[in-house]
């Protein structure tokens, strides 16, 4: 198996909701992304997590809060999101050791923020 | 030809040419670096990488070279396809161990025409 799966595909919410978006892998990663990415811009970082522990947060506002309850699952609560989150926001995951830096992504989740 | 809008540079190929993509990186201490093809509606796909101590890689149907005096790198692809349509990326890697991560570059929109 050598995909990472989001859901859900779509999520629209308003400003007052609290809603989680979910990611998963079963290729034995040990490292976990999330990135958001707005119409024609690159992905930008959010969070890395390394041995599910948080070990990159890129000064990500408090409203997006990160979750690895196990070496598979990814996870990224929203709360009091403001319009300006709206965006796809991407799961990726990679091994830890060797040479390679490669990093599978996920199809996304498209977030709107009403 | 290849433009520069505001947002994403465009490059609009005939199907069967070559295309080249330019990608200009910013830390010249970056090591690694990777393309990404990004298809509509979709995560990015891992295309080829390069380490900093090589000047060319070769895939199926696309070389990567890298030129570390100007901080430049490029893709090419041979006889362009139509589903070779999508936006690629340019990443570098920052950063060592279990905190490094991927700087993506502005990325350019390929267009093939039949």
């Known amino acids: 198996d050598t995909e990472v799966t989001q859901t859900p595909k779509h999520l629209v919410m308003g400003m007052t909701n609290k809603k989680s978006l979910k990611c998963e892998q079963h290729?034995?990663?040990?490292?976990m992304y999330w990135y958001k990415q707005k119409a024609k811009k690159p992905p930008e970082l959010m969070f890395v997590y390394s041995y599910e522990k948080l070990s990159i947060n890129e000064s990500v506002p408090s409203r997006f809060s990160p979750e690895c309850p196990n070496s598979s699952l990814l996870n990224l609560h929203l709360h009091a999101l403001q319009p300006e989150d709206s965006a796809l926001y991407l799961c990726?995951?990679?091994?830890?050791?060797?040479?390679?830096?490669?990093?599978?992504f996920g199809p996304g989740t498209r977030l709107t923020v009403l | 030809g290849e433009s520069v809008g505001l947002h994403l540079p465009t490059l609009s190929v005939q199907e069967g040419d070559n295309s080249i993509i330019n990608c200009a990186y910013s830390n010249s201490a970056s090591d690694y670096f990777i393309w990404y093809k990004q298809e509509s509606g979709k995560g990015p796909q891992f295309i080829i990488d390069?380490?900093?101590?090589?000047d060319k890689r070769q895939g199926q149907r696309v070389t990567v070279l890298l030129n570390k005096t100007v901080k430049h790198l490029s893709l090419q692809i041979a006889a362009t396809q139509p589903g070779d349509s999508a936006v690629y990326f340019c990443?570098?890697?920052?950063?060592?161990?279990?905190?490094?991560?991927?700087?993506f570059g502005k990325g350019t929109l390929l267009t093939v025409n039949p």
């Open positions: 290729m034995g990663h040990r490292a």
């Open positions: 990443a570098e890697k920052a950063g060592g161990g279990s905190n490094y991560k991927l700087t």
């Open positions: 990726a995951s990679s091994v830890l050791a060797g040479v390679k830096y490669e990093q599978f």
């Open positions: 390069i380490r900093s101590n090589m």
